[in-house]
């Protein structure tokens, strides 16, 4: 799925609320389109409050779990770069309210207690990239996903999804303990994968990896996702309109 599919998937709930007497809603209310619906007061200060409640109509049940997708990868993988932009986040866009992202930036990277340090598969660069991405995780919570996507592609990213959190933050992270503690546990928790993980990016959903699964992953994420979900399946996932209540003009 394209950039284009997913601005016009994002735009598509962010409609005129009405034709005449009414303006486009701007970016400028300071938060981009997919953060518009995150909270009842984002969606008054972006003018979209009609629409995210039309949106949030469609939501599935939240007594329902979501399909956990874990990926353990590495930032500078090309390969973990195109599931990450290609598969992951444009499955994520359409169905965060059935699906749950976990990223462990680590995979073929090797510990090395005696020297207090790591070794990376695509050098030292990566290393840092891991750890910069290990921290933005632990320190933006809902606001990491989108952020580390817009990484791999552009600049200025935090300030975009997480206005709320200060570069030196990340940078303290990076450089201090923490980062090297938050890294040690994802080798912990990549060596402790069953089956062991090897090659990333390595996918489990719902904590369990085989090779179907994965082959599916790699193609046709979407699908995949709308299959596992055990819940009344969302209108994107089955092609179905829901019924909403709209105004025309």
Not at 171 to 188: A, P, R, Y
């Given at each position: 799925?394209n ?93 965060r ?22 070794s ?40 975009l ?61 979407f ?27």
């Amino acid at each position: 799925m394209n950039s284009f599919l997913i601005r016009a998937f994002l735009f598509s709930f962010y409609v005129l609320e009405e034709c005449q007497g009414k303006s486009h809603p701007k970016p400028s209310c300071g938060y981009p389109p997919s953060q518009w619906c995150r909270t009842l007061e984002i969606a008054v200060e972006c003018g979209v409050q009609k629409q995210c409640m039309e949106l949030l109509a469609t939501r599935p049940d939240p007594s329902m779990p979501p399909v956990e997708v874990t990926v353990y990868y590495e930032s500078l993988c090309p390969g973990c770069r195109s599931f990450l932009t290609e598969q992951l986040f444009p499955t994520w866009t359409m169905l965060r309210d059935i699906m749950r992202v976990h990223l462990v930036p680590y995979g073929n990277t090797k510990e090395l207690p005696e020297l207090n340090s790591f070794s990376c598969q695509h050098g030292q660069p990566e290393c840092q990239a891991n750890i910069i991405e290990a921290c933005i995780l632990n320190v933006t919570n809902h606001a990491a996903f989108p952020v580390i996507h817009c990484m791999v592609s552009s600049s200025d990213c935090l300030q975009l999804y997480a206005p709320s959190v200060e570069w030196g933050t990340i940078e303290s992270c990076v450089k201090g303990d923490l980062g090297h503690i938050l890294m040690h546990e994802n080798g912990v928790k990549t060596r402790s994968l069953s089956p062991a993980h090897t090659h990333v990016p390595w996918v489990t959903f719902n904590g369990v990896y085989t090779d179907d699964l994965e082959d599916k992953a790699m193609s046709t994420l979407f699908n995949l996702v709308c299959k596992l979900y055990e819940g009344i399946k969302p209108p994107v996932c089955t092609g179905a309109l829901k019924k909403l209540n709209r105004s025309f003009c």
